[in-house]
């Protein structure tokens, strides 16, 4: 199984090329999580042997750096490779130092700015187990020089982004002469890991821990528990680094620490680099095992979905004509429009209605439940109905309710239809251009001005379709105006309207109480009293107004000549003048004034409004037999409408542009002097597809790397 770290490398080494943000493989790996001046750096050189990794103040490691150690024991060369210089072989460790700086300056700039792209480094020596490490830039709270005000979120965001995946075996780097709970290692390491299961922590600097302390509570799991434990070291001092001590006598210093210390001297063959390297390489062959079968599946997966989604974007060489290739296209958004229209359509989402299924629910729920919701005499009162009667009557007074009258008002109710109805046509029209404006297949994204095209081309034709389906909605309404059938068979009809309302009438008249008819009664007694005093003081009035006539005119002729023959022979005039009904009715309508005259003709104020006094039991049966009508016609009106707009607007808009969408687009667009244009590939899709080619040999590499693993239990 020693084999199974350099096969992994391999796999590394092919994925490696991808951006870390969007490689979809999951290797086995450790990562190295530590703050600034955690000792991290020098744990990574312990392991190696060898000094070479950037020094200085800040942040140094500011790009992922993968680590591969390869054991070799055919040679005692020691050397190092760039992935992204894999012919050239580093024998200086001090030149690898130069190019991790420099390539990390060429990505990031001199301004201490980080990147998430990262380093492949191999180092092949005699002397290191076959490991895979990857180191993160430290863990740093305030930004230095020119580095972003955000530089603490962007480390710790790029940390989270490495050790959040499950293949990931996390190495945590604390110093032990600070405070292990204010760790930041430790802290995001249990973000991800909580219950400490893929966490190894590993403690630095315990030969600067104050006198008389210790970390065996740590070491021992008392504080913080993890699963693969915590492992303490001792790296060079900074006094070793700058006298350039070799790293083969810090580790025996580093033995000697442990051993000699009365503490640490009970278990010191489970302290130091040496244990940690080994360890470090059991558990990454182990978890390789682990990961093995999930990884193979993986990338099996992967590789299928980047192979069907460069099938999507078809070849960057047309294998057919662009005639051909235009004609299939169009065929394919026809179809498309037609089958959304029809409900086939099945990639469609289950949060809304959408295509066919909108349109019934505008019919039917909206337009259908709008039109059940109108009132069947909308806004007529009864004082609106009244006054209509009445100007159809003309100078003649109605024994019956007047035939004009009822067509004017139900041609009236007929309109109220005409404007939900266009509104109907409206939202079916949207609904259409909605359609076509979210038609989408890998063709039309490939050929952009071709899919502009396609919606001008369809949405125009819809809105040539749109104004015959209006023309029909406006003549079924004028139909309607046109004829009011009142030998429709739903239609009541006067007799049996009359008859119901008579029944009606009948029925309340014979629910009053005795009470109420006694009040009737009794009110049209009063009425009766009061109309004799009335005609009695009339009397009364015109008797005192003929004496005092008659008074005057004897004083004036005796004055002058005296009594005649003729006057003493004259009659006297009667002191009653009989009644004929006339001035009773005069003073009913208010055409005399306080004394019984009539007013002057320019001083009279007629009131020429009906419906300003109460209704007589005449009009109010009228009033009440035309609703009855007025209701029943407009019940007929509203199936109608219910039925015959939706299927206009079905024959004239919606089949109608299934019908011509296939010819419309072949006579707009299947022109020779246009294909160029229309099958222009856009850029974006392009580049997509070289992205995805690189990706397609990525993955094939490790998965035939992976298939030469033929046992991979021990």
Do not use: W
Not at 10 to 37: A, E, H, K, W
Not at 233 to 245: I, P
Not at 335 to 361: H, P, Q, W
Not at 657 to 668: A, F, G, P, R, T
């Amino acid at each position: 199984m020693e084999e199974l770290i350099p096969l992994i490398n391999r796999v590394q080494d092919v994925v490696s090329r991808v951006d870390m943000q969007t490689n979809p493989i999951d290797l086995p790996q450790i990562v190295v999580v530590g703050s600034q001046s955690s000792g991290k750096s020098s744990v990574l050189e312990s392991i190696v042997g060898r000094d070479f990794l950037p020094r200085g103040s800040g942040i140094v490691t500011r790009r992922p750096l993968i680590l591969q150690l390869s054991q070799n024991h055919d040679t005692e060369e020691e050397y190092g490779e760039f992935g992204h210089n894999p012919n050239k072989k580093y024998f200086d460790f001090k030149e690898i130092r130069h190019e991790i700086e420099r390539v990390t300056d060429l990505e990031t700039g001199e301004n201490k700015g980080i990147s998430s792209k990262s380093i492949l480094l191999r180092i092949v020596s005699p002397s290191v187990l076959d490991l895979t490490l990857i180191d993160l830039p430290g863990i740093t709270k305030v930004p230095v020089g020119d580095q972003p005000q955000d530089i603490e979120v962007l480390i710790r965001e790029m940390i989270l982004q490495f050790i959040s995946k499950e293949n990931a075996i996390i190495l945590a780097v604390t110093p032990a002469n600070s405070d292990i709970a204010n760790s930041d290692a430790l802290k995001l390491a249990k973000e991800v890991d909580p219950r400490g299961n893929r966490t190894v922590g590993v403690l630095t600097k315990l030969d600067l821990m104050d006198s008389g302390t210790d970390c065996l509570d740590i070491l021992q799991g008392n504080i913080i528990k993890l699963k693969l434990g915590f492992i303490p070291v001792v790296n060079r001092s900074q006094k070793d680094v700058l006298d350039d001590t070799p790293i083969e006598v810090a580790r025996l210093n580093e033995a000697k620490f442990f051993q000699d210390h009365p503490i640490y001297d009970r278990f010191y063959d489970k302290c130091g680099i040496e244990y940690l390297s080994s360890k470090l390489n059991k558990l990454l062959i182990a978890h390789i095992e682990n990961c093995l079968p999930e990884l193979r599946d993986h990338i099996g997966v992967f590789l299928s979905q980047t192979r069907s989604a460069l099938a999507d974007l078809g070849e960057a060489k047309y294998e057919q004509s662009k005639s051909a290739l235009l004609l299939q296209i169009i065929n394919k958004f026809t179809n498309t429009y037609c089958k959304t229209i029809e409900g086939s359509v099945t990639d469609r989402g289950t949060d809304e209605l959408f295509g066919g299924a909108r349109i019934n629910y505008i019919f039917n729920e909206m337009f259908g439940r709008y039109i059940d919701q109108i009132s069947d005499i909308g806004d007529l009162s009864r004082d609106d109905i009244r006054l209509t009667m009445t100007n159809a009557t003309g100078p003649k007074a109605s024994l019956f309710i007047p035939e004009d009258s009822f067509e004017q008002l139900a041609k009236r109710q007929v309109g109220i239809v005409e404007e939900p109805s266009f509104r109907c046509l409206e939202l079916v029209y949207k609904e259409l251009r909605n359609i076509v404006k979210n038609i989408h297949f890998p063709e039309l994204e490939r050929f952009e001005l071709l899919h502009q095209e396609l919606k001008h081309v369809v949405i125009e034709m819809i809105q040539s379709c749109l104004k015959p389906a209006k023309s029909m909605i406006k003549a079924l309404i004028s139909i309607e105006t046109a004829y009011i059938n009142t030998n429709h068979p739903d239609f009541i009809g006067g007799g049996n309207a009359v008859q119901e309302l008579l029944k009606n009438h009948s029925d309340r008249l014979s629910s009053r109480s005795k009470r109420e008819a006694e009040n009737e009664r009794r009110r049209l007694r009063e009425q009766q009293i009061a109309m004799q005093k009335r005609t009695k003081e009339k009397e009364r009035r015109l008797r005192d107004q003929e004496r005092k006539h008659q008074k005057k005119e004897r004083g004036f002729f005796h004055s002058v000549f005296g009594k005649s023959k003729h006057d003493k022979e004259q009659k006297v005039v009667p002191e009653v003048v009989e009644d004929d009904g006339y001035d009773d009715f005069i003073e009913r309508f208010e055409f005399v004034d306080d004394q019984g005259l009539v007013p002057d003709a320019t001083t009279r104020n007629f009131n020429m409004n009906p419906i300003d006094r109460e209704e007589d039991d005449h009009e109010s049966f009228q009033v009440e037999l035309l609703e009855m009508l007025l209701r029943s016609y407009f019940s007929i009106v509203r199936k109608n409408a219910k039925d015959k707009v939706p299927k206009s607007i079905m024959y004239f808009l919606v089949n109608r542009s299934k019908e011509s969408i296939q010819n419309e687009l072949v006579k707009s667009l299947y022109k020779e002097e246009i294909y160029e244009n229309l099958l222009e590939e856009n850029p974006e899709i392009t580049n997509q597809r070289r992205k995805l080619q690189d990706r397609e040999k990525i993955l094939s590499g490790a998965q035939r790397i992976l298939s030469d693993i033929t046992d991979f239990r021990i």
